[in-house]
């Protein structure tokens, strides 16, 4: 009897032993599945505020390619670069005394040095605007550039375009000249800027940089 008694007792107390560790091991999975859940409701969120942060960044980046962009096609449209091989002034810009009637005028462009075999090239990208005889200027080349600039090619021999063709800074346009009021071969080269719906005629030296 007594050992009856014994053996229902012991296994009761081993059952409950298991029974209080099952539920120790459930609490347990519980608290590390909830644990688990918020990290991983916490890293969705995390990863949504990186991405979110990355498309602000490529965003912000596009937006700096399109303005290197425009910034890149407004200097090739400037004529920056040179309209002869070699650059040599005959004559300044801006005032001059002229040799023939010593009376002072201005000059609204710089003479270089060339003969009739010199290519003159477009000093940056445009649409051709002129390209025939004008008076003084003889053989003439306009270019407009866009951004409100032009450039001038006065006294050639021979033109390679004609109006409404579109060109780019380095393209042969003419050959140099001695036509129009001119005194021996040399390029007249002017720079135009419209301002306010007026032409404001600059020094070319400036712009001369590639
Ligand atoms: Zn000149």
Known sequence: ????????????????????LLGYMAFQYHCQHQNLTNSIKTYDESLKLYQNKLDEVIEHHNEIFNVCDSLIHIMDSLPLGSPLDTLVISSNFGSRKNKLTQKWEYHPGTDFIADWRDTVYATGHGIIEVSHYNSGYGRTIVI??????????????RY???????????????????????????LHYEVMRTNQGFNRITDPKNYIIL
């Open 1 to 20: 009897m007594l050992n009856k008694l014994k053996y229902y007792y012991c296994h009761n107390y081993l059952y409950a032993t298991v029974f209080v």
């Open 144 to 157: 407009g550039h866009g951004s409100g600039y032009k450039s001038r090619y006065a006294h050639l021999t």
């Open 160 to 186: 390679f375009v004609k109006k409404g063709d579109a060109v780019k800074r380095g393209d042969p346009i003419g050959i140099a000249g001695n036509t129009g009021n001119s005194r021996g071969y040399h």
